[in-house]
């Protein structure tokens, strides 16, 4: 004989899925009828409707009319009712912890930002305690009072290598070593709130792919272009993170020294901001230049920026032919501030990787991501994907936690599918 308890236990967890799958769909796809959704998840109308007027009494769905374009023609009877996410039910929160910067945004139901922030920062004369302290007060200040008590988590990202908890091993940059980032975050992140924590790459990668109707396919590799070199790889839309969360740090990569021959350094100390704009100044015997200086010389033909912006394409060149090897991508994705100057130079880079590349490996695309906000928007999609799966504790009814995840706990982005 069947066990009651645990026969009510496997029927509240087949409505909890059924639940998040038409959430999923209402975001994937947009206002859907019962019909619609009952074919899309191959469910009865019955079955349905009976979900539908859950979502509807947890107040994450509501009643739409049929649009007159998408309505069938005239005919006798009620109009169509379609139904929609209710972008305001709950929000999420997207830190990103840079160098020069932090970053936040704030994101609804449907994936959207409404509302975003970014301040000076001195990352590398920071401590870490401190940083994560400032980060996550101007997080708090960026979403509205009325909004933080519908806020369903908040997601962190940094240039850092982390492991599958989110400890950072290492951050060359900012100069971390050793840095429990989770421990850090539950002392100044309201104690109801699960966090999130990922490093500017993968979580770079999360926001480029976010929101799409399909996952991208093939393999993509996404480079996050700022003081230092991050990257993300994802195939299908799935992101891989490698067998220790080290997956994609080509900013490590040792590359050429053009200026000196025989010698080899990390990609990111070449072709990285920081790099570029010291050289670009001291070509020109001043102090300091800015991006936006050194891209408007680019265009105007400035022969002491024309060779720096060519090493930078050679170098770029190089490193991508050495990840074609390894990864095989059908598309690179170039994102962050420095990504701005890919344009002005892309017949260069592909120039060199024609140069350089065997016949027979094929040269994958290469796009830009040009959104000052993809590193902490993929932050708080970590939330937000969360929120739609039966781990999320902010899915209806609020399920129980994974194993080893805490209420309200501090966790690593999981290796769970799909983003997107």
Known sequence: MLDPGLTSVSSRRIRQSNEIAVLRALHRIGPLSRADLARTLRLN???????VASLLGLGLV???????????????GRPGILFELVPDAVFFLGIEIGVEHIRAVVIDLEGRIVA???????????????????????????????????????????????????????????????????????????????????????????????????????????LVL?????????????????????AGEIGHMLVPDWAEAGRMRPLETVIGLEAVLAAY?????????????????????EPAAVM?????????????????RLIDPDHVVLGGSLAA?????????????????????????????QSEWASAFGAACMLHQRFLSLEGQGAPDRPSAPDGVADGAVDNAGDDGPVG
């Not at 509501?62 to 006798?76: D, G, H, I, K, M």
């Not at 800015?290 to 680019?298: D, H, I, N």
């Open 116 to 222: 975003h922030r970014a301040e000076p920062f001195d990352g590398i004369a920071t401590p870490p305690a401190r940083a994560t302290e400032v980060a996550v007060a101007l997080a708090l200040d960026t979403i509205a009072p009325e909004r933080l008590g519908r806020c369903e988590g908040v997601g962190v990202t940094a240039p850092a290598q982390m492991d599958h908890d989110g400890l950072v091993r290492v951050a060359p940059i900012l100069g971390w070593r050793a840095v429990d980032l989770p421990a850090l975050l539950r002392q100044v992140v309201p104690e109801a709130l699960p966090v999130m924590v990922e490093n500017d790459g993968n979580a770079f990668a999360i926001g480029a792919i976010y929101g799409h109707s399909a996952p991208p396919v093939g393999v993509t590799l996404f």
């Open 62 to 76: 509501r009643e739409t009319a049929v649009a007159t374009a998408q309505a069938e023609p005239a005919r006798v």
């Open 45 to 51: 109308r019955s079955s349905s409707g009976h979900i």
């Open 341 to 369: 100057l890919y344009p002005l130079v892309s017949a260069r880079v592909i120039a060199h990787v024609r140069a350089i590349q065997e016949a027979t490996f094929p040269i994958p695309a290469i796009v830009t991501h």
């Open 226 to 246: 700022e003081t230092g070199v991050g990257a993300g790889i994802a195939i299908d839309g799935a992101l891989v993170r490698g067998g220790h969360g080290l």
């Open 281 to 301: 100044a001291a070509g020109r015997g001043v102090e300091r230049s800015t991006l936006a200086e050194f891209l408007a010389r680019v265009r105007d033909r």
């Open 308 to 324: 720096i912006a060519e090493s930078w394409s050679r170098t770029l060149a190089f490193a991508l032919v050495q990840a074609a």
